[in-house]
């Protein structure tokens, strides 16, 4: 028998498109074997995937490609903006089985985005928005009712309400997993939304996704306050972008826009994709330090500490100094004990800024 070997080469989910092309080939009868472990295995074909642009991945690459040289195809947003599944495979409804998953669907509705954000890889990738890419039943498998949804901009897309009023008709938990445009939500699309079981990745409680990059875009929170509170006590997390292109002042005026607003922040590092560096400004540090020391994370600490943590990296590569108040903030509540390897070394910490 045939046989196909699939490797992951850094998925945190279920590879979407891994699971269309084991069912693919499942369907022509080959042996699927599934690994993430960069090893030889005897098949007759190889495909793997990478949606990360890292040097952990680009290692990985690398390593199959010795093995296989030009017998393995390797695609994903970590490798090739241009490479897409051929449409044969693309329309196979996904394999779950791959992974032995079973706790929730997976998939799009729509793909693409007409915004064109200089930080963004889906518009190159994916084109412009598709509202017809898909139906609930092309990836969706009877009697499961939990569904994490990957469309990059779905309030956009003319069929929004119709998506989402199908979600409440087919009693759906589902999980915006890359969150929602702001700048689309209006009370028409509000009272839609209120109504849906709009959940966290772990559909473990309630919660709604929208994502702020720039200062810009906190007039929207602000403007959109009432509804964003309608929403519910912490059921609205803001993604929160650092690492791009932002100053530490900018920064921290998102931030406190969710202070104010009383909403829940995620801070996430910008991920350079190919050909898109981050631009951090020279003059990224232009305000008071001791007010970054001071934020105080709701109810996620570690996930602050990210934010933190860059500053701190950030600091020392500008300065050659650790600004110790930044320092405490980092190890407030965390790993307490892991400031002493910064302690032990006195002449690399500063208790004064900028110096």
Same mark, same amino acid.
């Given at each position: 028998m045939k046989r196909i070997v699939l490797y992951d080469i850094d998925s945190k989910i279920p590879n979407f498109a891994l699971m269309k092309i084991s069912s693919?080939?499942?369907?022509?009868?080959?042996?699927?074997?599934?690994?993430? !472990? =960069?090893?030889?295995?005897?098949?007759?074909?190889?495909?793997?995937?990478?949606?990360?642009?890292?040097?952990?991945?680009?290692? &990985? =690459?690398?390593?199959?490609?010795? #093995? @296989?040289?030009?017998?393995? %195809?390797?695609?994903?947003?970590?490798? %090739?903006?241009? !490479?897409? $599944? +051929?449409?044969?495979?693309?329309?196979?409804? +996904?394999?779950?089985?791959l992974y032995k998953h079973r706790s929730y669907a997976i998939g799009f509705l729509t793909r693409g985005c007409n915004k064109k954000c200089s930080f963004c890889l889906v518009p190159t990738k994916e084109g412009k928005l598709n509202s017809n890419y898909a139906s609930f039943d092309n990836f969706v498998p009877k009697k499961q009712n939990k569904v994490m949804l990957l469309d990059n901009n779905l309030l956009a897309s003319k069929k929004s309400f119709s998506i989402i009023e199908s979600i409440k008709k087919r009693n759906y938990s589902v999980n915006f997993s890359q969150s929602l445009d702001i700048s689309y939500l209006n009370e028409d699309i509000f009272n839609l939304l209120i109504k849906t079981k709009s959940m966290n990745s772990r559909f473990t409680r309630r919660m709604f996704y929208f994502s702020c990059n720039?200062? &810009?875009?906190?007039?929207?929170?602000?403007?959109?306050?009432?509804?964003? &509170?309608?929403?519910?006590?912490?059921?609205?997390?803001? #993604?929160?972008?650092?690492? @791009? %292109?932002?100053?530490?002042?900018?920064?921290?005026? =998102?931030?406190?826009?969710?202070?104010? $607003?009383? $909403?829940? +922040?995620?801070?996430? &590092?910008y991920i350079p994709v190919p050909n898109t560096p981050a631009k951090i400004p020279k003059n990224y540090f232009d305000m008071d330090l001791d007010k970054i020391a001071a934020i105080k994370f709701r109810t996620n600490g570690q996930n602050g500490e990210k934010f933190l943590r860059y500053v701190n990296q950030l600091y020392f590569k500008t300065y050659g100094k650790y600004y110790l108040p930044i320092l405490n903030a980092i190890y407030r509540y965390n790993n307490k004990k892991a400031i002493n390897k910064y302690l032990r070394k006195p002449h690399l910490i500063s208790k004064k800024q900028y110096c």
């Open positions: 693919f080939y499942k369907n022509l009868g080959y042996t699927v074997i599934f690994s993430k !472990k =960069i090893k030889y295995i005897k098949a007759n074909k190889y495909f793997a995937s990478s949606v990360f642009y890292n040097e952990k991945s680009m290692s &990985r =690459i690398k390593a199959l490609n010795e #093995i @296989y040289g030009s017998d393995i %195809n390797i695609g994903g947003s970590g490798v %090739n903006l241009s !490479k897409k $599944l +051929p449409k044969k495979i693309d329309k196979c409804f +996904p394999d779950y089985e720039s200062v &810009r875009q906190t007039k929207l929170f602000y403007k959109n306050e009432s509804y964003l &509170r309608e929403f519910g006590r912490d059921a609205v997390t803001v #993604i929160v972008m650092f690492g @791009y %292109n932002t100053t530490l002042s900018e920064d921290y005026e =998102i931030l406190s826009m969710t202070k104010k $607003l009383k $909403l829940i +922040p995620f801070v996430q &590092r």
